[in-house]
């Protein structure tokens, strides 16, 4: 996977700098849109798991649910901060400003600090059970965001535009974007596995008697000076 979508990753971006043609209006300062536009569907697509992980967590209790849950708030901030970047850069060229309070940025803004603040939650909740259950509450209120930021165009009419569909631009930008896009989506699923991984194995820890520790663990050995004593 890993080989994959760095090749895809490599060839979109390739596509996307030199093999599509300039915009009509933009120039080349458009091509931005082959980065910033698949960071955000992967952001938006993190977060909609995150919202489910976080539903089914408080319907049925597991420290798998509860381990996703983190890894994609997590990698869809990462994302999601990683795609208001990109599109503040392509901001100044095209609205002479690197930051404008236009609906959909604020909204995004928002959202990326609901965030923020799900994570802060569980770094500072030691209690395991607590943690997941408030956080679950807490990214399930956060979620509220991602449809305004997603509508946000249509709602109100400001300086972002409207979301492009492959009716309303040049079939090789297509090509290229979904490159990228596909690009975007293994490096999402490998930073998510990995992310999921690391979580699961601390909540694990975290969760386990002394007496189930392995022999090797410090914790263990301790425990069982202290029996013999």
């Known amino acids: 996977m890993t080989v994959v979508g760095l090749g895809l990753l490599v060839l979109g971006n390739w596509m996307g700098l030199v093999w599509t043609p300039s915009e009509r209006e933009m120039g080349d300062v458009y091509r931005i849109i082959y980065v910033h536009v698949p960071a955000m569907w992967m952001a938006m697509l993190a977060l909609v798991v995150n919202f ?3 539903v089914a967590y408080l319907l049925d209790s597991s420290w798998k649910t509860d381990a996703l849950a983190e890894a994609t708030a997590e990698v869809g901030l990462l994302f ?12 100044k060229p095209t609205w002479g400003t690197y930051w404008d309070w236009d609906p959909r940025l604020t909204a995004m803004a928002i959202m990326l600090v609901t965030y923020v603040a799900y994570m802060a939650l569980r770094r500072f909740v030691e209690d395991p059970e607590k943690r997941a259950v408030w956080s679950s509450v807490v990214g399930i209120i956060s979620f509220v965001n991602l449809p305004i930021v997603w509508f946000s165009v249509k709602w109100w009419r400001s300086l972002h535009q409207v979301q ?6 040049d079939p090789d930008m297509t090509l290229a974007l979904r490159v990228n896009a596909w690009a975007s989506l ?13 979580a699961l194995a601390t909540r694990e820890a975290e969760v386990a008697m002394p007496d189930a520790l392995p022999p090797d663990v410090p914790g263990s050995r301790d425990n ?3 029996e013999v004593a």
């Open 80 to 91: 999601g901060t990683y795609g208001l970047v990109l599109g503040s850069i392509w901001g």
């Open 224 to 226: 069982r000076a202290s």
């Open 164 to 169: 492009s569909t492959p009716k309303t631009v």
């Open 52 to 54: 489910a992980c976080c």
């Open 186 to 198: 293994i490096l999402l699923t490998l930073f998510l596995l990995h992310r999921y991984r690391t």
